[in-house]
């Protein structure tokens, strides 16, 4: 993931569009894409999705609003989801909720200030014998609890300070 | 290549592989989180310091999720032995004892697969492969989803050959006589979907396969992709073919990305063997299949609104007629079925002993696959005849509920089905015994509810999930379902009156009433069937403020036992994080309500020889501290 803000690179959006040329009525699958590439769907590049496939950009933006895989803005460095399928509820999964708000000082949505964490809750990654889950970066965290959740956190925590 | 040119290739690889010792990891998502890929590198790492060299093929789900990460070891001249749980530091171990030795290390093993008279793959020693009758699954786990021959030696493409020798008509003719009933959840007969779609004028037709799998819970779709999607293409490209078609797609939701790796390299594979392409398998017959990413909606599972999605637009339902079998995507003539509906295709067409037809009940011909999830011992992946009851699924394959605890009520479909409580576990499973019961097949996925969940708080979770995806189109759906759930709301944190039960009953059927879409005509399901089986604790949670299963946070409060608290011991005042129990060294803790976030923290960190914490519903059944209880004795006295 690229960029920070608004911030993001004019010719890979380029590159992104004129992949997508031949085909009919790709909107979804551009904005994937784009997204893929910066981390969330950019206002300007959305604007110039609009122009490129000859929409309304209202019409774009109906789309990219419309999806939850759509996010407007951009993620934090350490992307934590919690599944709340209707297994991980069960076992839990609200009560994890709370705790990674609590631990991160954020609500569910929110990306922290300081850009290290985003908090978001999915629907069903599809592992339902490990719920309650969460998965923070691409590392699965099976059967959690909020006692659990502070030491899940440290590893990624570290690194920050490390860097700064 | 001829077909047969390529059977005897596939046959002979087949055979190749059977006549060497090969290890079988399952990968498909749920083998992955439970960490199948690190299992196969250290079979990597120990077979390269012992300089063996035995083939490691990754494989799909055999449905025993519970197991994972799960390894078969096949040895030529003798037993393939099944593994469960198996983690990089038993690797050694299994590498030692049967890739070198002859020692299958019975202690990790869960049974051994054997191949019955159908040629499926079983595990004699698990009683649940008695119940259980596979035919899309039969595969699964079995065979590399990403080596096309793996699927045509055990009969794959089989079937297209022959229907491409046959005409159209014929074909729909024996889909027609299967009985095959769409599985995505509403059960139309498919032979009649495939007849309409024939007939509907237009030149540039299409096949749809809906692998857009939303219910928060069911994931066969995901696992027949990850584990054999050559079945699902042979049924597409047979579709293709009998209604007239020449281009399809496959809309795989984007949360799937294992999936849509495995189907495309399935395509490619396909299209590099002739299978797919211009010339399908020498015949003339043109067909092409597409991977479309869908960005994550439930209502996109709707048929319309799916093809809304794949135009590029929001992904809202419209109002049918015309059917998609007239005018479908891009306007034309669209065939959209779900992928198990497909994956039947191969074993139905031709099959001149009606093997299909003779299983299931009398309107619901077949097999039904369920993802079991929730409080099972077992939970997986299962396939059994339309009728089997649903005690036998619960007991028989799911293991029953664990920890010994007592069964409450099986959710079935999601969001859009409904729960089916205990005196409802002998009704046979079909798409109109359930209807029946207030549920639905829907996608088929079942959660398992014991004791401890409750049941209002469930149709509030499934109603919060509705809500959140509900399109907005219909007005009854939009804001009825946000009138439900602030209902449920009120309830769960005992602030509803009596009266708000007749309301939720009546606004239920409305939204039902006034909806375009299943979506909103089955949003209702959960708050209808709860209300029906367990009305009782909707009562409980109004009239007393009692949450008898200790679920619902404004209902209950934690409470440690004086006499069951280690004095010395202090794991619960070092987790709690708003600092509410009070009690110093050597004394009782206590915990002050008004600081209590009831985040359950210290439940989970009491030691279970002592058990000291409880949960207590009503709050106002808790015991007075010894604070009011002095004052109160003063007082009194």
């Given at each position: 993931m ?12 380029s ?6 040329r ?16 910066f ?5 300007e ?7 490129f ?13 419309f ?7 951009p ?9 709340m ?5 069960l ?8 705790a ?5 000082s ?6 922290s200030?300081?850009?290290?964490f ?10 339902c014998?490990l719920?309650?889950?969460?998965v923070?970066?691409?590392?699965i ?6 006692f659990?959740v502070?030491?899940?956190l ?6 920050s300070?490390?860097?700064? | 290549?001829?077909?047969e040119?390529i059977?005897?290739?596939?046959q ?6 059977k006549?060497?010792?090969h290890?079988?990891v399952?990968?498909a ?5 439970a960490?199948?890929?690190d299992?196969?590198d ?10 063996i060299?035995?083939?490691?093929i990754?494989?799909?789900?055999i449905?025993?999720c ?9 040895k ?12 990089p ?12 030795g ?10 051994t697969l ?24 039969r ?10 021959h793996?699927?045509?030696a ?15 008509e014929?074909?729909?003719?024996s ?13 139309f007969?498919?032979g009649l ?10 030149k540039?037709?299409?096949?749809v396969?809906n ?12 696992v027949?992709?990850?584990s054999?999607p ?28 294992l ?9 490619k594979q396909?299209?590099e063997m002739g ?9 003339g017959?043109s ?6 990413e869908?960005?994550g909606?439930f209502?996109?599972?709707e ?17 049918r007629?015309?059917?998609?079998s ?10 959209l ?12 067409i031709?099959d ?6 003779s ?11 369920f ?13 059994v ?11 028989d394959?799911?293991g029953g ?29 079909d798409?109109?015994?359930l ?6 097949m829907?996608s088929g996925g ?8 409750c049941?209002?708080d469930?149709?509030r ?6 809500t959140?995806e ?12 946000l ?25 239920s ?9 299943g979506?909103?005509r089955?949003?209702p399901?959960?708050v ?6 367990f009305?009782?604790e909707?009562?409980a949670?109004?009239?007393e403020?009692?949450?008898p ?5 404004d209902?209950i ?9 280690d ?5 619960c ?5 708003t600092?509410a ?7 009782i ?10 985040c ?10 002592y ?9 106002s ?6 604070m009011e209880?002095?004052?109160?004795a003063?007082g009194?006295?």
């Open positions: 690229k960029g920070k803000g608004e911030e993001f690179s004019t010719e890979q959006l590159t992104i569009l004129e992949k997508h031949s085909e009919k009525n790709g909107l979804i699958p551009v904005l994937l894409e784009i997204q893929e590439e981390g969330f769907l950019p206002r590049a959305m604007k110039r999705v609009a122009e496939l000859g929409m309304d950009p209202i019409d774009v933006w109906g789309v990219a609003t999806f939850n895989q759509f996010r407007l803005t993620l934090g460095k350490n992307h934590v989801k919690v599944c399928g209707t297994a991980c509820h076992a839990g999964g609200r009560l994890v909720l709370e990674l708000e609590r631990e991160l954020i609500k569910v949505g929110e990306t200030e300081d850009g290290q985003s908090l978001e809750r999915v629907a069903c990654i599809g592992c014998m719920a309650p889950v969460t923070i970066k691409d590392k965290y099976p059967k959690m609890t909020p659990k502070e030491e899940a440290i590893p990624y925590r570290q690194e300070t490390v860097e700064d | 290549m001829t077909f040119e059977r005897e290739k596939a002979a690889q087949w055979e190749g592989l006549s060497i010792t290890v079988l399952g990968t998502t749920c083998g992955r989180a960490g199948a890929l299992v196969i250290a079979f990597k790492n120990e077979l390269a310091r012992r300089s060299d035995v083939p490691i990754q494989v799909g789900c449905g025993l519970y197991a994972e990460p799960l390894v078969i070891i096949s030529p001249e003798s037993f393939r032995v099944v593994y469960q749980n198996i983690t530091d038993l690797v050694p171990r299994l590498v030692e004892g049967y890739i070198v002859d020692d299958p290390c019975l202690e990790l093993a869960l049974g054997e191949i019955d008279d159908r040629g499926t793959p079983t595990i004699p020693e698990l009683p649940r492969f008695e119940h259980e009758f596979r035919l899309i699954l595969h699964c786990g079995y065979i590399d989803p990403e080596n096309i793996d699927y045509i055990n009969g794959g493409y089989h079937t297209l050959e022959k229907a491409l020798k046959m005409r159209p014929e074909i729909i003719e889909v027609k006589k299967s009985g095959l009933r769409g599985r995505g959840g509403a059960g007969p498919a979907k495939w007849e309409l779609c024939r007939e509907a004028e237009g540039t037709k299409c096949v396969c692998a857009d799998e939303g219910d928060p819970g069911a994931f066969m779709d995901r027949i992709l990850e054999n050559q079945e699902v293409i042979e049924g597409m490209i047979i579709a293709g073919y009998a209604v007239g078609a020449h281009k399809g797609y496959i809309y795989v939701r984007a949360e799937y990305p999936a849509i790796e495995r189907v495309g390299s399935a395509l396909g299209e299978i797919l392409g211009d010339d399908v398998l020498g015949s017959f067909f092409h299949i597409g991977i479309a869908g960005a909606a209502v996109s599972g048929a319309t609104a799916l093809v809304a999605a794949m135009e590029g637009k929001r992904s809202e339902p419209r109002v007629p015309p059917r998609l007239q005018a479908g995507l891009w306007g034309n003539p669209t065939l079925n779900n992928v198990k509906t497909f994956s039947y295709i191969p074993l139905i031709g001149e002993r009606e093997g299909f037809a299983i299931g009940t009398e309107k619901s011909k077949g097999t039904a696959v993802t079991l999830a929730g409080k099972v011992e077992y939970p997986g992946l299962t396939e005849p339309m009728g089997t009851t649903l005690r036998r699924v619960v007991y394959i799911a509920m664990r920890k010994g605890k007592k069964f409450k009520a099986v959710q079935i479909g999601g969001p859009s089905g409904g729960c089916v409580p205990e005196s409802l576990l002998d009704i046979p499973i798409f109109d015994s209807r029946d019961a207030g549920s639905m829907g079942m959660i398992f509810m014991d004791e401890n969940d049941a209002v469930t149709a979770f499934f109603l919060d999930f509705t959140k509900s399109c907005g189109k219909c007005t009854m759906c939009r804001m009825g379902t009138q439900l759930m602030s209902i449920l709301e009120d309830i769960c944190a005992g602030k509803a009156e009596l009266k708000d039960l007749e309301l939720l009953q009546q606004l059927e409305d939204v039902k009433m006034g909806s375009l879409c979506l909103g089955s949003a399901n959960p209808l069937t709860t209300m029906r089986y009305g009782d909707y009562k949670h109004i009239l403020k009692r949450c299963a200790l679920v619902c946070k209902l409060a934690y409470y440690i036992l004086p006499d069951k608290c004095r010395a011991c202090e794991h005042i070092l987790v709690c994080p600092e129990i009070k009690g110093g060294k050597g004394e803790k206590v915990i002050d309500q008004e600081k209590c976030s009831k359950g923290t210290c439940l989970e960190v009491c030691p279970p020889e058990n000291a914490v409880i949960k207590i519903s009503p709050v059944k808790l015991p007075p501290s010894k209880k002095e004052s109160s003063e009194g006295g």
